[in-house]
């Protein structure tokens, strides 16, 4: 069984640029959530795409987007991005319904200068 | 809205002694709760889970009682090692979401020292 990958593992980028970040979903499952993670934080959630429709969207603006596939991987877009966007960017793939347990992908660390 | 509160670390403990994290929550529903695990350089691992008050979940001599009175669920271990060493995150779901919508804390830095 593949556990779920994230690419790049590391990225630099600077103010007003764009960036996408990959993520592919454990083998089977339907769901992908994203998550940012500020130093010193718990994640907070971005959204979750289901069978590749936007399932649920947490406190984030538009340039944050996102894109899942037939084959349930993957992207997360941020637009203009700005020096606060510098986080672990965390995807998490699962079944479908209640309480489906989350298995997480080891992070894409992004920084913005 | 929901919340997770946790208590600050960062926490240092010797070989063999015992655990205690504390979590309490704040949600309008029935959340189901979780502890998550956090090595260097690693994802978050689920550790245990609780969907219902007084359920109580346990994994790999952890474990976490779904306080729905006192709105909490504080992770436990009698006998911590080394290798226990992480970063642990106290998350909530809603009952009418499934676990990707998670609310977190801001995680619990566990050093223990041989």
């Known amino acids: 069984e593949t556990g779920v990958t994230q690419s790049p593992t590391h990225l630099i980028k600077t103010r007003g640029q764009q960036v996408t970040l990959r993520c592919s979903s454990q083998?089977?499952?339907?769901?992908v959530s994203w998550y940012q993670q500020a130093l010193g934080q718990g994640p907070q959630f971005i959204f979750q795409y289901y069978r590749e429709e936007e399932n649920g969207r947490g406190n984030f603006p538009p340039r944050f987007s996102g894109l899942q596939f037939p084959n349930y991987s993957s992207e997360l877009n941020v637009n203009a991005l700005e020096l606060d966007d510098s986080a672990l960017y965390l995807c998490?793939?699962?079944?479908?319904?209640?309480?489906?347990?989350?298995?997480f992908g080891p992070g894409t660390r992004l920084l913005v200068l | 809205g929901d919340s997770v509160t946790q208590m600050e670390g960062p926490v240092t403990l010797s070989e063999e002694a015992f655990l205690t994290i504390n979590c309490t929550y704040t949600a309008t529903g029935y959340p189901s709760l979780f502890w998550y695990v956090q090595y260097p350089g690693e994802g978050l691992q689920l550790l245990l889970k609780?969907?219902?008050?007084?359920d109580k979940g346990s994994n790999k001599g952890f474990e976490a009682t779904y306080r729905k009175e006192t709105t909490s669920f504080h992770l436990e271990k009698g006998s911590v090692q080394v290798s226990d060493s992480a970063v642990y995150f106290c998350a909530l779901s809603d009952r009418d979401t499934n676990a990707g919508k998670s609310t977190f804390g801001d995680g619990t830095t566990l050093t223990v020292k041989p």
């Open positions: 609780a969907t219902k008050a007084d």
């Open positions: 998490a793939s699962s079944l479908a319904g209640g309480r489906e347990t989350q298995y």
């Open positions: 083998s089977g499952h339907n769901t």
